[in-house]
């Protein structure tokens, strides 16, 4: 994953290995996607398979398939 402020993730993994991670720039991507991909499964809930994905300029990542729509917020440069 690449966004635009230089932040980027890149995760190998091969069969049913966790997968490593490397990431680097402002915010850390792989972070933001992967809290995401862990609280759905606790709902009973996966709409992100086979979903597209957009960072968008701000920062934020959107998230749709079908009728399901999510957006994950930038984080602000204070952290928030």
Known sequence: MTHPDGSWARATAVGTELPIVHQGGPRRLWDVADAV???????????WLGARAKIEDDGSIRLARGDWKATIPARRPDGG
Request: hydrophobic share 20%; no cysteine; proline share 18%.
């Open 37 to 47: 991909r862990d609280e759905w499964p606790r709902q009973g809930w996966t709409p």
